[in-house]
């Protein structure tokens, strides 16, 4: 309802001031009402001005002198890249794209990392087909398949190594037992190069998801801390990835976040009138784990309504914090503790003001890191300029620098030298005092220079009461070798 300023300015400076009776065509109805509100002037919004301004814009090139049409079919895609900029355009550190694409890569190399081990496993049991009874987790296997390699080489001297890698005295003794008693067949050294370098692959997805486990719990504290402190960084993505950003998280009702990831289930329900699934991606944290059977499908909804209060703090707080999440999951935590042992909950109301107090102060806190962070980026940045500045004078003018330095100190000591000539010869006469005051008045030395000539007066001056206390001093001890004469 409030008309923005340039339209306003435009409608002002472009039509008269005291005649009212002016009719506008305006597209938009909301518009043409804020201009009657604000302005005065009648607006039409009927279906002829959407005509006469489709006219208008197909023959705008025609109509407007120096626009050709295909410097206006310019100017319609400039604009529209713009405005799809500007839509796009948010804050770098907040986007959720980022945590789309890294939960959806984290799913990807979990199936690729359990396909590739469990190839693995199948090549390297032919030889020792004892190590997966002993060792059933995949990395761990690959690690000592690629470390044993032929399993008659392994010795004594190889317990120290599948020790550190498996982390358990007895169960490397227990691969050192296997290996001497295998049944399994003999392999060619070509064949356990080929494992060996298979399994080093398998070892490096391995590591590279702990990085990107690590680069996602980074990106969500930044996007959705208040989520992630909720119901964890995993699911929280996951949470956003199906719901495509985090504005249409935010968007979705608690009953949608509840069955989120459960729709063939919900569908099928439905089709065969039966029952409705509780839970859908939520179903992986832990607090409905934790829960009672019978209690799963309450906890599974209270937990969607705090996961969606979080999403939308996460997602419309301009500085966000953990705060809000670490309360809802207290108050997550209580709410089982009451279906468990019947102990009532703090009330949310509460719970939210304290919230708030503690919110504020965190935030008050990020901002003040914020502006000393932006303060100390403006000192370097200015400091930089002229270190710049410096450099391009001197590769302007190489040596002046050095020579006005050389240049200033004789200049001193001929200024301290006509100091001193004028001090001891001052003129009696009044008038030649004063012309001369008139030319150090219109000839004044510079700042640096005058405290140089003061300094001088100064060590005369006290020269001269040296001298006469030195008078006084002969003058005394006449007199006491006269008294004592």
Same mark, same amino acid.
């Given at each position: 309802?409030?008309?923005?300023?340039?339209?306003?300015?435009?409608? %002002?400076?472009?039509?008269?001031?005291?005649?009212?009776?002016?009719?506008?065509?305006?597209?938009?109805?909301?518009?043409?009402?804020?201009?009657?509100?604000?302005?005065?002037?009648?607006?039409?919004?009927?279906?002829?001005?959407?005509?006469?301004?489709?006219?208008?814009?197909?023959?705008?090139?025609?109509?407007?002198?120096?626009?050709?049409?295909?410097?206006?079919?310019?100017?319609?895609?400039?604009?529209?890249?713009?405005?799809?900029?500007?839509?796009?355009?948010?804050?770098?550190?907040?986007?959720?794209?980022?945590?789309?694409?890294?939960?959806?890569?984290?799913?990807?190399?979990?199936?690729?990392?359990?396909?590739?081990?469990?190839?693995?496993?199948?090549?390297?049991?032919?030889?020792?087909?004892?190590?997966?009874?002993?060792?059933?987790?995949?990395?761990?296997?690959?690690?000592?398949?690629?470390?044993?390699?032929?399993?008659?080489?392994?010795?004594?001297?190889?317990?120290?190594?599948?020790?550190?890698?498996?982390?358990?005295?007895?169960?490397?003794?227990?691969?050192? %037992?296997?290996?001497?008693?295998?049944?399994?067949?003999?392999?060619?050294?070509?064949?356990?190069?080929?494992?060996?370098?298979?399994?080093?692959?398998?070892?490096?997805?391995?590591?590279?998801?702990?990085?990107?486990?690590?680069?996602?719990?980074?990106?969500?504290?930044?996007?959705?801390?208040?989520?992630?402190?909720?119901?964890?960084?995993?699911?929280?993505?996951?949470?956003?990835?199906?719901?495509?950003?985090?504005?249409?998280?935010?968007?979705?009702?608690?009953?949608?976040?509840?069955?989120?990831?459960?729709?063939?289930?919900?569908?099928?329900?439905?089709?065969?009138?039966?029952?409705?699934?509780?839970?859908?991606?939520?179903?992986?944290?832990?607090?409905?784990?934790?829960?009672?059977?019978?209690?799963?499908?309450?906890?599974?909804?209270?937990?969607?309504?705090?996961?969606?209060?979080?999403?939308?703090?996460?997602?419309?707080?301009?500085?966000?914090?953990?705060?809000?999440?670490?309360?809802?999951?207290?108050?997550?935590?209580?709410?089982?503790?009451?279906?468990?042992?019947?102990?009532?909950?703090?009330?949310?109301?509460?719970?939210?003001?304290?919230?708030?107090?503690?919110?504020?102060?965190?935030?008050?806190?990020?901002?003040?890191?914020?502006?000393?962070?932006?303060?100390?980026?403006?000192?370097?940045?200015?400091?930089?300029?002229?270190?710049?500045?410096?450099?391009?004078?001197?590769?302007?003018?190489?040596?002046?620098?050095?020579?006005?330095?050389?240049?200033?100190?004789?200049?001193?000591?001929?200024?301290?030298?006509?100091?001193?000539?004028?001090?001891?010869?001052?003129?009696?006469?009044?008038?030649?005092?004063?012309?001369?005051?008139?030319?150090?008045?219109?000839?004044?030395?510079?700042?640096?220079?005058?405290?140089?000539?003061?300094?001088?007066?100064?060590?005369?001056?006290?020269?001269?009461?040296?001298?006469?206390?030195?008078?006084?001093?002969?003058?005394?001890?006449?007199?006491?070798?006269?008294?004592?004469?």
């Amino acid at each position: 309802g409030v008309l923005h300023e340039d339209l306003r300015l435009l409608l %002002e400076t472009s039509l008269p001031a005291k005649k009212k009776k002016v009719l506008l065509g305006v597209a938009d109805a909301k518009i043409g009402a804020a201009i009657l509100e604000e302005l005065g002037y009648q607006c039409q919004t009927g279906g002829v001005v959407a005509e006469i301004l489709r006219g208008i814009r197909l023959h705008f090139h025609a109509l407007v002198k120096g626009l050709t049409a295909q410097s206006a079919s310019k100017a319609q895609l400039g604009l529209g890249h713009s405005y799809s900029r500007a839509k796009v355009k948010f804050n770098v550190n907040r986007v959720d794209n980022m945590i789309i694409q890294s939960i959806s890569l984290l799913d990807q190399l979990d199936k690729d990392i359990n396909t590739f081990s469990m190839r693995v496993r199948e090549w390297y049991g032919y030889h020792f087909p004892e190590l997966i009874k002993i060792v059933p987790e995949n990395s761990m296997y690959c690690r000592l398949a690629k470390f044993i390699g032929n399993r008659k080489e392994l010795s004594e001297e190889s317990l120290e190594g599948l020790e550190e890698i498996i982390m358990d005295a007895a169960k490397a003794q227990a691969i050192l %037992e296997a290996s001497r008693s295998s049944m399994g067949m003999d392999i060619s050294p070509l064949d356990l190069i080929n494992i060996e370098s298979f399994s080093s692959r398998v070892i490096s997805l391995c590591e590279y998801r702990k990085g990107l486990q690590e680069y996602l719990r980074s990106k969500m504290s930044q996007v959705a801390p208040s989520l992630s402190a909720l119901i964890g960084e995993v699911v929280g993505a996951r949470l956003i990835s199906h719901a495509g950003s985090l504005t249409n998280l935010a968007k979705y009702p608690a009953s949608t976040v509840q069955i989120l990831g459960a729709e063939k289930a919900l569908f099928r329900a439905l089709k065969t009138r039966g029952n409705t699934p509780k839970y859908g991606l939520i179903f992986h944290s832990t607090f409905i784990g934790r829960a009672a059977a019978k209690n799963k499908g309450r906890i599974s909804r209270y937990l969607a309504n705090k996961c969606t209060i979080a999403s939308r703090i996460d997602c419309f707080s301009e500085v966000p914090t953990s705060v809000f999440g670490d309360k809802l999951r207290e108050q997550v935590e209580e709410r089982l503790a009451f279906y468990e042992t019947g102990e009532p909950p703090r009330k949310n109301l509460e719970v939210m003001k304290e919230a708030m107090a503690e919110a504020s102060e965190v935030v008050a806190e990020v901002k003040r890191k914020q502006e000393k962070k932006e303060k100390k980026r403006k000192k370097r940045e200015k400091r930089r300029l002229e270190a710049l500045a410096a450099a391009a004078e001197e590769a302007e003018h190489p040596g002046v620098g050095s020579h006005q330095e050389n240049d200033v100190e004789p200049k001193k000591k001929k200024k301290k030298k006509k100091k001193e000539q004028e001090v001891e010869s001052e003129p009696e006469e009044n008038g030649l005092v004063e012309e001369e005051e008139e030319e150090e008045e219109e000839e004044a030395p510079p700042k640096k220079k005058r405290k140089v000539a003061v300094e001088a007066d100064q060590e005369e001056e006290e020269e001269e009461e040296e001298g006469e206390k030195k008078k006084k001093r002969k003058k005394k001890k006449k007199a006491r070798d006269e008294e004592d004469e």
